[in-house]
């Protein structure tokens, strides 16, 4: 008979409108942040269980990535479910193997931890909920999973849902919690639901700084308060403009963000600057192009160097052609991801 009992689930990358950079407590958030989730960066997941040979408490994990062995990955796996183990009895009472890849390279500087953790999270309630043989509702099974992703990591908790979530309490935002993300995908204008994401890779090196070590920059950060003043104003403006289709206000917030994130880093003590002069030049090349176009184009940034390049998929082949001309040339071996608004994740059995 085989006891093997296994769940594989696909879960996309997000890209955070508004940044969530700070936080207390257990992995909560000092401002409520909101993103657009991905399509085509997604992590696939599959979590095998099988009964233990010996008689140990320990939990018992072999963690693969792209086939091979990964030592690195395990550890910071075996923290996060020694962390919950409570929470699933099946961590410890079983041996687990977990095979992982994601769509995108390695080192394509796109930050895999919001893919990786919601789909991790989304394999542990599947399993959880196969060996109690119980159905959970699905909207308590995706806030019960945004819940753990997001105690794997912060902002993995806004990729359980398709187009668009937010994170963080917020008056304007139904069944909102710094605990869980929430689906905004049923109240925000049409055109959102198709934007655009094309993510131009100024450089594919590791990350300067974990964002680890940046949250915790903001305790001392003489801008903090402010920062999450704005953060919170920011979103309101931003809420009134994604139901509205507002393009204007949705980019000035975004852009705001973007660099606001970046200039939180440069006067952090220690500081950091992530963006490259590539970045910079991507930058006023998108905002003269916006202003003589007129097409409503927009940049926003992670903890990196890479552009993301935001718009609707109206402007796709005007945008594509820019991206050709004129910004190809800063990306590192020219490289692009194309990608666009998603459907979010995929259970694949
Ligand atoms: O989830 P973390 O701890 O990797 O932090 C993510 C921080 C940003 O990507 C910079 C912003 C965000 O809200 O995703």
């Known amino acids: 008979m085989n006891t093997i009992k296994k769940v594989t689930w696909q879960s996309p990358s997000n890209i955070a409108l508004i940044k969530y950079w700070g936080k207390h407590g257990n992995q909560l958030p000092n401002n409520p942040s909101i993103s657009f989730t991905l399509e085509e960066c997604y992590s696939e997941t599959t979590l095998a269980i099988e009964p233990k040979t010996g008689s140990s408490n320990e939990i018992e994990l072999r963690f693969y990535f792209d086939k091979k062995e990964n030592l690195a990955f395990r550890l910071k796996i075996l923290q996060f479910f020694e962390s919950i183990h409570k929470e699933f009895s099946f961590l410890r009472d079983y041996s687990i193997v977990i095979h992982s890849m994601n769509s995108f390279p390695h080192s394509s500087g796109i930050a895999s931890s919001a893919s990786s953790m919601s789909a991790l999270a989304l394999c542990l309630c599947s399993m959880d909920d196969m060996l109690n043989k119980r159905k959970t509702p699905k909207d308590d099974f995706f806030a019960r999973a945004s819940h753990f992703a997001r105690l794997g990591s912060g902002s993995a908790c806004r990729s359980v849902y398709p187009v668009m979530a937010s994170w963080g309490k917020n008056k304007h935002i139904k069944n909102s919690s710094d605990k869980f993300a929430t689906d905004c995908s049923d109240w925000i204008h049409p055109i959102f639901k198709t934007f655009q994401n094309s993510i131009l890779i100024a450089s594919a090196s590791e990350k ?142």
């Open 208 to 349: 300067k700084v974990s964002s680890r070590v940046g949250h915790s920059l903001m305790e001392t950060n003489p801008f903090a308060t402010a920062r999450y003043k704005q953060a919170n104003d920011n979103l309101n403006t931003l809420i009134k403009a994604l139901m509205t289709g507002d393009l204007d206000t949705f980019g000035e917030i975004v852009e705001t963000e973007a660099l606001t994130l970046h200039a939180l880093m440069m006067c952090s003590t220690p500081s950091f600057t992530l963006m490259t002069p590539n970045t910079l030049a991507m930058i006023e090349a998108i905002r003269d192009f916006r202003e003589s176009s007129q097409i409503p184009v927009y940049f926003t940034l992670d903890a990196g160097p890479n552009i993301h390049l935001l718009y609707p998929n109206k402007f796709k082949s005007k945008v594509h052609e820019f991206i050709d001309l004129e910004l190809k040339q800063f990306c590192e071996n020219g490289r692009i991801i194309f990608d666009a608004v998603g459907k979010g994740p995929k259970l694949i059995k």
